[in-house]
């Protein structure tokens, strides 16, 4: 995963491990205590809400954010002419505005802040626009916080 983000690293790509925190988590894997999802492959893109104009936005880079994010047409304009990476994101950015329509005003503020404060990281993955792995479906998938 790229972005704002940057790569979401595998237990092993991450090299300031100590031993004791690996153990940690074989322990808790092995006890069936550890909370975990499957590292996904999509393209990434954050998203949130601006209050203010009523619109959905998101984000590729921190520029992005500090501009206020990305409207469907900017978003649009930034991927044109990329073929099935274009539908890919444009198909998750409308299907994103669609979910977000469903909250009320007071949901909205407090998931995405007063004035498009809050992004949530997400990754776009589509059949017709693989990275490394080859999903069947088309998801939007939003990562969770713990």
Same mark, same amino acid.
């Given at each position: 995963?790229?972005?704002?983000?940057?790569?979401?690293?595998? !237990?092993?790509?991450? *090299?300031?491990?100590?031993?004791?925190? !690996?153990?940690?988590?074989?322990?808790?894997?092995?006890?069936?205590?550890?909370?975990?999802?499957?590292?996904?492959?999509?393209?990434? /893109?954050?998203?949130?809400?601006? !209050? +203010?104009?009523?619109?959905?936005?998101?984000?590729?880079?921190? &520029? %992005? !954010?500090?501009?206020?994010?990305?409207?469907?047409?900017? /978003?649009?304009?930034?991927?044109?002419?990329?073929?099935? $990476?274009?539908?890919?994101?444009?198909?998750?950015?409308?299907?994103?505005?669609?979910?977000? =329509?469903?909250?009320?005003?007071? =949901?909205?503020?407090? $998931?995405? &802040? *007063? %004035?498009?404060?809050?992004?949530?990281?997400?990754?776009?993955?589509? *059949?017709? +626009?693989?990275?490394?792995?080859?999903?069947?479906?088309?998801?939007?998938?939003?990562?969770? $916080?713990?």
């Amino acid at each position: 995963m790229g972005g704002v983000f940057g790569h979401m690293s595998h !237990i092993y790509d991450n *090299p300031y491990m100590t031993f004791g925190q !690996i153990k940690d988590v074989m322990n808790k894997a092995s006890s069936g205590e550890l909370r975990g999802t499957e590292k996904t492959d999509g393209q990434n /893109l954050f998203v949130s809400y601006n !209050i +203010n104009d009523g619109t959905v936005r998101a984000a590729r880079n921190k &520029g %992005n !954010i500090k501009a206020g994010g990305m409207t469907a047409a900017d /978003l649009l304009d930034k991927f044109a002419g990329r073929g099935a $990476l274009t539908d890919a994101f444009v198909n998750a950015f409308d299907a994103f505005e669609r979910a977000v =329509e469903s909250f009320s005003d007071e =949901e909205k503020r407090e $998931l995405f &802040g *007063p %004035n498009t404060n809050v992004y949530y990281n997400a990754e776009v993955m589509d *059949p017709a +626009n693989a990275n490394v792995i080859n999903y069947d479906k088309k998801t939007f998938l939003i990562h969770r $916080l713990l």
